[in-house]
């Protein structure tokens, strides 16, 4: 019988032979792929972990597979998508998005290709996810506009079905599926012994999609747990977590991190709830202003608020040095 809240120092093949079947509401980790850090000398059984996997998940239950690819003999490995596929192909799961965790460093610089600063993150499900939700904290720039019926789809014929259904945007709007975190010395965790796992997750990637996947209460599992921050942060948002680490060593640091932290369980979540309170009052003061200005006009009109002023973007000022160098070059090529 499984234990949780705990973490086992041990293959995740041996943990999950201990669970039943359909007993994982969330699955999310980063496997030690490609050999890009040195996990102590470990590797693991993709397949076998995946098909095991595809056991234990709950239906409707989620798996955040965060991967990235190595380059061998000049060239990408492809060993995400390889992974992706298999999960799809091979054991059932659906590939529900594909989502983008972008770094604010990068890995060490290339000559022959661009500078890479990515991972993947593949929410892949067992069926229909049964937890749906959608962090809305992404400000609209055309808040209270009207699309003015304007919205059109494109049929198989290729012709544009024009759609009369004049909706006023939100102020706030669901997050793309490209999230940016720090993840460098000091900005992914506070926790410095965490840095001496190769490879941590930044807690608040880790608590977006704990928050995105799953209710209070439920089952988060780490099959490569490394420093802790998946139990950290199930601990902070009031969810019930098990892990597996073969390394002694990280199983030592990630027991140190969440020793004290049974006290504060849930204490984060109240720090979210508080914030998107704070966003559907916003929300319904902006509802209520539209509604407001709405009154005030020919009811055969349409109201709109004032113009978003344009932000210049970098690349749209052009500096006095660089001015005079184009002008130069333009006038030696009208010659």
């Known amino acids: 019988m499984i234990e949780l809240n705990k973490i086992y120092v041990e293959n995740c093949l041996d943990t999950m032979g201990k669970m039943d079947d359909d007993f994982i509401d969330l699955v999310i980790t980063s496997p030690p792929y490609d050999n890009i850090r040195d996990y102590k000398g470990y590797s693991f059984d993709f397949e076998n972990i995946a098909k095991e996997l595809y056991r234990v998940v709950k239906p409707g239950g989620v798996i955040v597979w965060v991967v990235g690819d190595a380059i061998e003999n000049k060239s990408e490995t492809l060993t995400s998508f390889k992974q992706a596929l298999y999960f799809k192909e091979q054991c059932g799961f659906n590939i529900h998005d594909t989502m983008i965790y972008k770094k604010s460093g990068m890995r060490f610089p290339e000559r022959t290709r661009y500078y890479q600063n990515f991972e993947y993150m593949f929410v892949i499900s067992k069926g229909t996810p049964k937890t749906i939700h959608l962090i809305s904290d ?173 932000q210049s973007k970098p690349q749209d000022v052009i500096l006095p040095a660089a001015e005079e160098i184009r002008n130069a070059i333009l006038s030696v090529e009208t010659e």
């Open 138 to 310: 992404r400000e609209n720039k055309w808040a209270g506009y009207t699309n003015f019926s304007q919205n059109s789809v494109r049929k198989t014929d290729g012709s544009l079905v024009e759609i009369k259904d004049c909706k006023r945007y939100k102020k706030y709007g669901v997050k793309i599926n490209i999230w940016e975190y720090n993840n460098g010395y000091g900005y992914g965790t506070k926790d410095k012994i965490a840095y001496t796992h190769p490879a941590t997750f930044p807690e608040q990637l880790v608590e977006d999609h704990i928050i995105s996947w799953t209710n209070e209460e439920d089952l988060v599992y780490d099959c490569f747990m490394g420093s802790g921050t998946t139990a950290k942060i199930s601990i902070l948002t009031n969810r019930k977590y098990v892990g597996s680490e073969i390394s002694e060593e990280y199983v030592k640091i990630a027991n140190q991190r969440i020793s004290e932290l049974e006290a504060q369980r849930g204490s984060r979540l109240f720090i979210l709830k508080q914030k998107e309170i704070v966003r559907l009052i916003e929300e319904d003061e902006h509802r209520q202003k539209i509604e407001q200005a709405e009154k005030l006009m020919d009811s055969k009109k349409k109201w709109q608020p004032n113009i978003p002023i344009k």
